[in-house]
């Protein structure tokens, strides 16, 4: 069985520009979820999706967006980078609606904004 | 709201050593979950196991065991003959009623051959 995929594996932006990051869930699997891995701050959840809507957020600006498409995969948009958007862009899938259910990693995407 | 605290930064062990990595938590939910992964170099994060706050026993897979301890707020992870393959950063992580999944800041795990 095929786990979560994201693409890019890299993405080089310069400042100002906009940033597209995409996720594909585990087949079944109907929520998604976004994590940034900057240096020195950990692992910071973005974006919580399941069945197309958004579910919850983290303490990020609204340049920071995304959706979830009827096929459950997911788009995550990165609008005006900032240099300390610099990071590993994980995202997650899992049942969805299940207290507790794993949440299962993807390889990230790493964005680097020069 | 949740707290996941690794106090361990970085651990450097000789092969076959036991090593034992922290993890304590903080939350007012009666009902919680906690985590592990593994994320080695490649940067994937690996799910290692999964508890519930109503299942204390401790478990064993292979090399790898846990131990929770509600009384002590505290689920450490216990790897047994330590190897070179172990080498990795490996997170806590616990989820409450928010569904948001709140991690520690990892401990860096570096086993020498």
Sequence with gaps: EAGVTQSPTHLIKTRGQQATL?????????SV?????ALGLGLQF???YDEGEERNRGNFPPRFSGRQFPNYSSELNVNALELED??????????GRV???TQYFGPGT???VL | AQKVTQAQTEISVVEKEDVTLDCVYETRDTTYYLFWYKQPPSGELVFLIRRNSFD?????????????QKSTSSFNFTITASQVVDSAVYFCAMKGGSEKLVFGKGTKLTVNP
């Design chain 1, 110 to 112: 790493r964005l680097t």
């Design chain 1, 46 to 48: 973005l974006l919580w």
């Design chain 1, 99 to 101: 207290d507790g259910d």
């Design chain 1, 22 to 30: 995409r996720c594909s869930p585990i087949s079944g699997h109907t």
């Design chain 2, 56 to 68: 204390e026993q401790n478990e064993i897979s292979g090399r790898y065991s846990w131990n929770f």
């Design chain 1, 86 to 95: 610099s990071a590993l862009y994980l995202c997650a899938s899992s049942l």
């Design chain 1, 33 to 37: 979820y976004w994590y940034q891995q």
